[in-house]
C-alpha cells in the first residue's frame, strides 16, 4: 500500500505491506476557517479573558510582538497585518514596535528566513530582531523560579509596555503543547534558563510529556517564567494538515491558550488498538525536518503506539543534516546510548544535549532507525540510532526481526499528531 509522508518539502511516497498495517494514525478531519481574516480581526477585537488588545494599545507606548523562526510554520502574513494597524491605529508609533523572532537556542535567521516567515514588505517597514539566548548583554536576571531555575529573558522585550506572542499550537514533545506561554519562557529566554529547562532534573520526569499539561512541571515553570517576564496579550492559531488556520485562540495569557489547548487535543488526536511491532512516522516536513536536531520530535511522538522493544522508522530528510556545530559534535562523540546516558547525569547540562535525550528515550523503548537524505556519510554510524537508504529497507528488516504477523502503525505527520493507544495491550 502506498502512503504519502511528510518529508522535505515535497513528501516521500512509500510502500507499506497492507498485511500487515495495523493502521494509518492521521489528524481528525479539521475544517479551515472560511474566512480567516475576520477570525483574526475578531479575536484581536473580542479576545479570551482579556480587553481588547486596541485598549491595552492605548495605555502603552512601545510594543513588542514576538514571532516564531523558520522552525515553525505560523502564518504571520496573515496573523500579523491586523494587528499592526490596531497597534498604529491605537496609537502606538511604528517605530515603537519591534518584531521579536523567538530564536531560543536557534542558530539566526538569515534574511531569506526573514522573508519568508514576515515578508519583505514588513522587514522593511518594521524593526525586526532576532533573539540571541547565548549573548548574555542581552538578557536582563529576573529571578529565579520556585524550582530554582534561573530566569533570563530579552531585553528587548521586558523594555516593551505592551508585550505580545502570536505562534499557535500543536503538540509538544516536553511541555506538552506549544504556543503561548513557550514562546516567551524558551524563546526569549537566555541560555542558562533554556539549559535548565531542558536538564535531566526536568526532563527525566515522566509527566513532561506530548499532549499533557496537567501536572507537567516544565508546563508549570514556563507558565511561572511568563508571568515574571510579563506576558499582556497572546495571538495563536491552530492548523489543519495542509497548515490552513481552524481556530483563532487571542487574549489573555493563560486562558486564551487553554481554549487553543483543548481544541487542539480533540482534533490531532489518533488512536491505535494496541501497541504495533514497527511504527513508521516523520517529524512533519518542512521546516521541522531541516535539521536531526529537529526531526527527533518525531521519534518521542510516536512512542505511545510503539512496542517495547519494536522498531521506530523515522523519515526526516535533514536536509541541513545533523544541525549546529555544537549539536554535530554532541550527537557524534558517544558510541552508545549508554554513554551518553551517563554522561549527562555526571556533567553539567550542554546547551545541545536535550534533544539527545529525547532521543535516548526513543532508543530505550526499541530499535530506532533513521531514514534521511540529508546526514552526511561520515555522520551515520557515530550516531546511537541505525540509518538506513529507505523506509521500504527499513521495514523490510522489521519483518525480518518480527516475522509475517509483525503490525505496523504509520504516522504520516508526525509531531503533529497526537496517538494514544485505545486499550493496554496483554
Known sequence: MKIHLSYGKDGLDVEIPERNLAGVLSFGASTPLAHPEEAIARSLQEPIGSLPLGELATKAKSACIVVCDITRPVPNKQLLPPMLRTLEESGIARNKITILVATGLHR?????????????????????VDHHASVP?????????????????????????????VGFIEPHLMAGFSGGRKMVAIGCAGEETIKTLHS????????????????????????????????????????????????????????????????VRRSVRATLKEPADI????????????????????????????????????????????????????????????EFDEWIHQHPVDIDQWQLQECLKAVRQGEVVVVASGIRPEHRDKLFVRTAASVEEAVAQGLQKFGSQTTIAVIPKGPYTLVEVSRTSA
Open 108 to 128: 539566526p535567521s538569515t534574511a531569506a528566513e526573514l522573508d519568508l516567515i514576515l515578508g519583505q514588505s514588513m522587514v522593511s517597514k518594521y524593526r525586526v
Open 137 to 165: 548583554g542581552e538578557q536582563s536576571l529576573l529571578g529565579e523560579t520556585k524550582r530554582k531555575t534561573p530566569v533570563y529573558i530579552d531585553k528587548r522585550y521586558l523594555e516593551a509596555e505592551l508585550k505580545i506572542t
Open 279 to 338: 511504527v513508521v512516522t516523520t517529524s512533519a516536513g518542512f521546516p521541522l525536518d531541516l535539521t536531526y536536531y529537529q526531526s527527533i520530535k518525531g521519534m518521542t511522538a510516536a512512542l505511545p503506539v510503539l512496542k517495547k522493544g519494536g522498531m521506530l522508522i523515522l523519515a526526516a530528510e535533514c536536509s541541513e543534516g545533523l544541525g549546529s556545530e555544537r549539536f554535530t559534535a554532541m550527537a557524534t562523540r558517544f558510541g552508545t546510548a549508554t
Open 200 to 263: 535531566p532534573r526536568v526532563l527525566d520526569d515522566e509527566r513532561c510529556r506530548e499532549g499533557s499539561i496537567d501536572e507537567n512541571p516544565l508546563h508549570d515553570e514556563l507558565m511561572e517564567i511568563s508571568r515574571m517576564a510579563g506576558h499582556d496579550f497572546v495571538l495563536d492559531v491552530s492548523l489543519d494538515a495542509n497548515r490552513n488556520i481552524t481556530g483563532v485562540y487571542a487574549g489573555h495569557p493563560q486562558e486564551a491558550h487553554a481554549v487553543g489547548v483543548e481544541a
